[in-house]
């Protein structure tokens, strides 16, 4: 098993830059592809990133592309997201997620572990 624990979520003006971080613990954190996800209130969770074992190739959702950024050092256990030029309805609570046996995964039931969320909110 993986535990993976989210930080970095707060509240940003529009326009601003946040940095979430995930570090994982217990298995070989290289092992899994690594996701972010996001879920608003009364919606579904939605992928925004996602990022493969060794860092080489990544995934975003066209509502993110060109302003968010997924990366991981697999040395530090850790995967990030860095978002800028953040709006209003990028609002939501973001988790980070773990894929150990999907090598392309974008849908929450590819993924195995999960955070807890950290909350991101963009006051307009």
């Known amino acids: 098993q993986v535990q993976l624990v989210e930080s970095g979520g707060g509240l940003v003006l529009a326009g601003g830059s946040l940095r979430l971080s995930c570090v994982a613990s217990g298995r070989t954190f290289s092992r899994y592809v690594m996701g972010w996800f996001r879920q608003a209130p009364g919606k579904e969770r939605d992928v925004v990133a996602t990022?493969?074992?060794?860092?080489?190739?990544?995934y975003y959702a066209d509502s993110v592309k060109g302003r968010f950024t997924i990366s991981r050092d697999n040395a530090k256990n850790t995967v990030y997201l860095q978002m800028n030029s953040l709006k209003p309805e990028d609002t939501a609570v973001y988790y980070c997620?773990?894929?150990?046996?999907?090598?392309?995964?974008?849908?929450?039931?590819?993924?195995?572990?999960w955070g807890q969320g950290t909350q991101v909110t963009v006051s307009s």
């Open positions: 990022i493969n074992r060794r860092g080489g190739t990544t």
């Open positions: 997620a773990g894929s150990e046996y999907i090598d392309y995964p974008t849908h929450t039931y590819d993924f195995d572990y």
